[in-house]
């Protein structure tokens, strides 16, 4: 499988907001829209968790830790997923990745989100 592209990460002050992407240019389509699409992140030293997820027809779930300040959304004609993140705190501080909510498809190299207190 071809890896992912995910973009959008940086630093940020807390209390900001950045927006992440992920494209999976090389599924085919039916594929693509065929899974729960989440966000990961994994932050030094820790083990990689769930941050959101979402169905081809839109329905979310959050993390508790991110709930009402992050928001997952796709767009399954060009094939991606974004992550809205608002109110950024240091403890989000991670590198973000994206994969289907059974991890089955390839890992990317991610995008780190630094954020400073």
Do not use: H
Request: proline share 3%; glycine share 10%; net charge positive.
């Amino acid at each position: 499988q071809v890896q992912p592209v995910e973009s959008g990460g940086g630093l940020v002050q807390a209390g900001g907001s950045l927006r992440l992407s992920c494209t999976r240019s090389r599924l085919i389509t039916s594929t693509f829209n065929s899974k729960i699409m989440g966000w990961y992140r994994q932050a030094p030293g820790k083990q990689r968790e769930l941050v959101a997820t979402i169905t081809r027809l839109g329905t979310t779930n959050y993390a508790d830790s991110v709930k009402g300040r992050f928001t997952i959304s796709r767009d399954n004609a060009k094939k991606k997923i974004y992550l809205q993140m608002n109110s950024l705190k240091p403890e989000d501080t991670a590198v973000y990745y994206c994969n289907s909510d059974t991890q089955e498809l390839s890992w990317g190299k991610g995008t780190l989100v630094t954020v400073s207190s």
